[in-house]
Structures are given as C-alpha cells and as structure tokens.
Nanobody, 115 residues
C-alpha cells in the first residue's frame, strides 16, 4: 500500500536547524502535489510549505526565508529544511502528498524548539 514514512525532527535550541524527510513508497512524489503541515499543541493543523508537480513552492508567512521544501525524485523523498528555528515552530510536522485526487499522510514527527 501507499506509505509516506517520515524521519528527522527532535529537540533543538532556538536558532538551530533540522531537516525532515518523507520517503514515498508506492507513490511517485515527482507527480504528486506535496505539502508539509504542522500541528502545535491545542491548535489546528496548518500548512507551512507546499510544492506543485512543476516544482513551484509556497510558504506560510511565518516560515518564509527560514524553511525550504525540496524533493529528490531519484530517492522519491520530500524534505523540509528548517533553519533559524523559533520556539513557536514547536509542533508535530506531517508530510502530505496528493496523487490521483487522493490525500496521503505521513505518520508525523515531533519538533521541539527550546528557548
């Protein structure tokens, strides 16, 4: 079955960096719309970064200039590079792929940024 398997995340001090990975199994990420979402404690899930099939990217305002979404087609893996992390970036992060009108989700990975 289709799987998105996430890795990365963890605990980092403010100002630090982390990279999240999302490996696709039985889903071609190169022809999928891709997104990263996050859900902070007590808050709704929000989109933070997206990439179209053509490679165009977009970002939520609070992460612009600090986060970068990228895709390695050869590895069928989606990434989220997160730099200059802030305590308010603390959340569970989820990758998302939309393929043939079906939404697929990774299992989530926790990111905690200490001040």
């Amino acid at each position: 079955q289709v799987q998105l398997v996430q890795s990365g995340g963890g605990l980092v001090q403010a100002g630090g960096s982390l990279r999240l990975s999302c490996a696709g199994s039985r889903i071609p990420l190169s022809i999928s719309a891709l997104n990263w979402y996050r859900q902070a404690p007590g808050k709704s899930r929000e989109a933070v970064a997206g990439m179209t099939i053509g490679g165009a990217t977009n970002y939520e305002d609070s992460v612009k200039g600090r986060f970068a979404i990228s895709r390695d087609n050869a590895k069928n893996t989606l990434y989220l590079q997160m730099d200059t992390l802030k305590p308010e970036d603390t959340a569970v992060y989820y990758c998302n792929a939309q393929y043939r009108q079906v939404n697929y989700w990774g299992q989530g990975t926790s990111v905690t940024v200490s001040s």
